[in-house]
């Protein structure tokens, strides 16, 4: 039992010492310049367009609102890790 214990924990501390130098390694060269947002290969252009309140469209789509004010997407706004995410694409 201590044996296979200890062999146990030893094959651990190879596996993890050796995880870095997997995860650092890349396939193939990547354009950054290119590719901004890599591993995701979007190309997004930020637009100069103003922001328009999803309210906005109730109006005239009441069903598609009615719809959307209950989605994933329209909670999004409430996310803390979405508006991290958020402000973090808003840097670049």
């Not at 094959?11 to 310049?33: G, K, L, R, Y």
């Not at 979007?42 to 609102?65: D, L, M, R, V």
């Not at 009615?66 to 958020?86: I, K, N, R």
Request: hydrophobic content about 35%; glycine content about 6%; some cysteine.
């Amino acid at each position: 039992m201590k044996r296979s214990t200890i062999c146990l924990f030893l094959c651990a501390i190879v596996v993890c010492s050796f995880s870095p130098v997997f995860a650092a390694s890349t396939v193939f060269e990547v354009d950054h310049e290119f590719y901004p947002y890599y591993p995701s290969l979007i190309k997004w252009n930020k637009s100069n367009a103003g922001f328009t309140e999803p309210a906005a469209g109730a109006g005239c789509h009441p069903q598609q609102y009615e719809e959307w004010t209950g989605s994933g997407h329209a909670l999004s706004f409430q996310d803390p890790v979405y508006q991290g995410e958020l402000i973090n694409a808003s840097r670049q």
